[in-house]
């Protein structure tokens, strides 16, 4: 199977591909994001927070058992110059297999699982997501070759239209009074829909041709990139396992819907951003000079996204959740406003991305440890105590403390100035204070109970932000040096 990567140099122009990765990703992002949105504001009306709760310690067991089974195999062949049809092979039929014993261990621990939250209804709707984890590791094939060649169109599709599947399904299900089995049925619907779209152009893979000495070589990458997901995904659950296990499913329900809104939103469009980027940066891993530019621009971007829901969410949280969802979550309200005000810290996870594109992911790994570390010590200490505020508050000091170390390690490693990054992101923060100043003022002057009035708030923070970021971008981007020899950025310049 020929392999028409990013480091052919008779292939288009790594500028355009990149930039159209972006547009294709971003707009099947931005769009499932919409939907994902309208979704979650309808089932709230139908389902209950314990319901809410039960699913999503469901789904906390499926991320978890699903990185497990992916082994760090998808980053390990993007990564890999030399790429045979044979690794293709060995590490589907890896991730396979694990994949089906975990989802089968699932199923029969469902009942243990189940006492963690002390809720026996959970233990069907574990067993219900049990064939969620292979489902989705047929994902891991299409999606990594269609990655080295920088062709996001088709999983932008999928994805989208999986989403549109969730909110069909899970919608006219809760509507007929299903409750919790109609997110678990919106939930399956995903995977199935996306492999039935990705898997097209894969059916004559070569699955049978690979070796020991295959497994080996991708195993030795992944081990270490597998260590970091593992614990990424056990950072973005561990806080779900905290709050259902001791403060109860009802609580649960409540954390889920502000995780939903306040981090969520950022980390999705955060990950168009990633999943192009990723690739580019491998492909020009040995150009230090626009490898430094390329990271500059990812986090430029990433602050972007990120600096409406920093600003903005804590402002109008509390209005926003009682006019849309109903007091029956206001609950949820205060730590959607300690959770939003995470969103800065975690556009920085994606730098990450240098670190592994350069063959350093036991640096990453350690950093998503030292996260984890952080949370478990804060969220112990006094997180428990406060609720689901607490454990959001502990989350926030975890991150952050993350996010100061990544940028230390950095300029050490990729040498990438901290004043460099902080230029990056200045008009996105500077934006974005000026932006909540004035949503401060509006809010004052029109008052924020009535839904038109939390409208017009948002409208002219948003107003704002654009304009700042308009200009404040264009000059950032104008006063970045261009490379000796002319060369742009490696997600932006000319192959």
Same mark, same amino acid.
């Given at each position: 199977m020929p392999d028409e990567t990013v480091n052919d140099p008779g292939t288009e122009s790594l500028r355009g591909r990149v930039t159209r990765?972006? &547009?294709?990703?971003?707009?099947?992002?931005?769009?499932?994001q919409a939907l994902h949105w309208a979704a979650v504001l309808v089932l709230a009306w139908f389902v209950t927070p314990e319901a809410f709760g039960v699913v999503g310690f469901g789904v906390t067991c499926v991320s978890v058992l699903g990185a497990l089974s992916e082994f760090g195999l998808g980053s390990a062949l993007?990564?890999?110059?030399?790429?045979?049809?044979?690794?293709?092979?060995?590490?589907?039929?890896?991730?396979?297999?694990?994949?089906?014993?975990?989802?089968?261990?699932?199923?029969a621990a469902a009942g243990l699982l189940a006492a963690v939250v002390h809720d026996p209804t959970a233990v069907p709707v574990l067993r219900a997501l049990a064939p969620v984890i292979p489902a989705s590791t047929l994902l891991l094939v299409p999606r990594i070759m269609l990655a080295r060649r920088l062709d996001f169109k088709r999983p932008a599709v999928a994805d989208l239209a999986s989403e549109v599947a969730f909110t069909a399904l899970?919608?006219?299900m809760a509507a007929r009074g299903f409750g919790a089995w109609s997110l678990v049925c919106g939930i399956v619907a995903r995977p199935t829909v996306r492999a039935a779209l990705l898997w097209g152009p894969w059916r004559s893979l070569p699955l049978r041709r690979f070796g020991w000495r295959h497994c080996r070589e991708v195993l030795s990458f992944s081990?270490?990139?597998?260590?970091?997901?593992?614990?990424?995904? *056990?950072?973005a659950n561990v806080d779900n396992l905290v709050v259902g296990r001791f403060l109860g499913t009802a609580a649960l329900g409540q954390y889920t819907l502000a995780f939903q809104l306040g981090v969520v939103p950022g980390q999705r469009l955060c990950e168009v951003l990633g999943r192009v980027a990723? #690739?580019?940066?491998? /492909?020009?891993?040995r150009d230090a000079d626009r490898l430094r530019r390329g990271f500059l621009r990812m986090m430029h971007v990433s602050f972007l996204v990120a600096g409406p &829901?920093?600003? *903005?969410?804590?402002?109008?949280?509390?209005?926003?959740?009682?006019?849309?969802?109903g #007091?029956?979550?206001?609950?949820?309200?205060?730590?959607?406003?300690?959770?939003? /005000? /995470? $969103?800065?810290?975690?556009?920085?996870?994606?730098?990450?991305?240098? &670190?592994?594109?350069?063959?350093?992911?036991?640096?990453?790994? %350690?950093?998503?440890?030292?996260?984890?570390? /952080?949370?478990?010590?804060?969220? $112990?200490?006094?997180?428990? !105590?406060?609720?689901?505020?607490?454990? !959001?508050?502990?989350?926030?000091?975890?991150? %952050?403390?993350? %996010?100061? %170390?990544?940028?230390?390690?950095?300029?050490?490693?990729?040498?990438?100035?901290?004043?460099?990054?902080?230029?990056?992101?200045?008009? $996105?923060?500077r934006a974005g204070t000026i932006a909540a100043a004035t949503g401060l003022m509006v809010a004052r002057w029109s008052g924020s109970g009535q839904p038109w009035q939390v409208a017009w708030t948002v409208g002219s923070m948003g107003l704002v932000y654009l304009a700042l970021i308009a200009r404040d971008s264009f000059v950032w981007s104008a006063s970045i040096p261009r490379p000796l020899g002319g060369h742009r950025g490696p997600m932006w310049g000319a192959r």
């Amino acid at each position: 199977m020929p392999d028409e990567t990013v480091n052919d140099p008779g292939t288009e122009s790594l500028r355009g591909r990149v930039t159209r990765g972006v &547009l294709w990703t971003g707009g099947g992002q931005v769009s499932g994001q919409a939907l994902h949105w309208a979704a979650v504001l309808v089932l709230a009306w139908f389902v209950t927070p314990e319901a809410f709760g039960v699913v999503g310690f469901g789904v906390t067991c499926v991320s978890v058992l699903g990185a497990l089974s992916e082994f760090g195999l998808g980053s390990a062949l993007i990564q890999r110059a030399d790429l045979e049809d044979a690794h293709v092979s060995a590490s589907f039929w890896l991730s396979m297999t694990a994949a089906t014993v975990l989802g089968a261990l699932m199923w029969a621990a469902a009942g243990l699982l189940a006492a963690v939250v002390h809720d026996p209804t959970a233990v069907p709707v574990l067993r219900a997501l049990a064939p969620v984890i292979p489902a989705s590791t047929l994902l891991l094939v299409p999606r990594i070759m269609l990655a080295r060649r920088l062709d996001f169109k088709r999983p932008a599709v999928a994805d989208l239209a999986s989403e549109v599947a969730f909110t069909a399904l899970a919608i006219g299900m809760a509507a007929r009074g299903f409750g919790a089995w109609s997110l678990v049925c919106g939930i399956v619907a995903r995977p199935t829909v996306r492999a039935a779209l990705l898997w097209g152009p894969w059916r004559s893979l070569p699955l049978r041709r690979f070796g020991w000495r295959h497994c080996r070589e991708v195993l030795s990458f992944s081990s270490f990139v597998m260590g970091h997901q593992m614990t990424t995904v *056990f950072m973005a659950n561990v806080d779900n396992l905290v709050v259902g296990r001791f403060l109860g499913t009802a609580a649960l329900g409540q954390y889920t819907l502000a995780f939903q809104l306040g981090v969520v939103p950022g980390q999705r469009l955060c990950e168009v951003l990633g999943r192009v980027a990723f #690739p580019s940066f491998a /492909a020009v891993q040995r150009d230090a000079d626009r490898l430094r530019r390329g990271f500059l621009r990812m986090m430029h971007v990433s602050f972007l996204v990120a600096g409406p &829901l920093a600003f *903005f969410v804590p402002l109008t949280a509390r209005p926003l959740i009682h006019a849309v969802y109903g #007091p029956q979550w206001l609950p949820a309200a205060a730590a959607l406003q300690v959770l939003s /005000a /995470a $969103a800065l810290f975690y556009a920085i996870d994606n730098s990450g991305l240098v &670190l592994t594109a350069v063959g350093r992911p036991g640096w990453d790994f %350690a950093l998503a440890a030292l996260r984890a570390s /952080a949370f478990l010590v804060v969220v $112990a200490a006094c997180g428990v !105590a406060h609720g689901i505020v607490g454990v !959001a508050a502990s989350l926030l000091v975890a991150t %952050a403390l993350s %996010a100061i %170390a990544k940028v230390v390690l950095l300029d050490a490693v990729v040498h990438v100035a901290w004043r460099d990054l902080l230029r990056a992101v200045a008009p $996105a923060l500077r934006a974005g204070t000026i932006a909540a100043a004035t949503g401060l003022m509006v809010a004052r002057w029109s008052g924020s109970g009535q839904p038109w009035q939390v409208a017009w708030t948002v409208g002219s923070m948003g107003l704002v932000y654009l304009a700042l970021i308009a200009r404040d971008s264009f000059v950032w981007s104008a006063s970045i040096p261009r490379p000796l020899g002319g060369h742009r950025g490696p997600m932006w310049g000319a192959r």
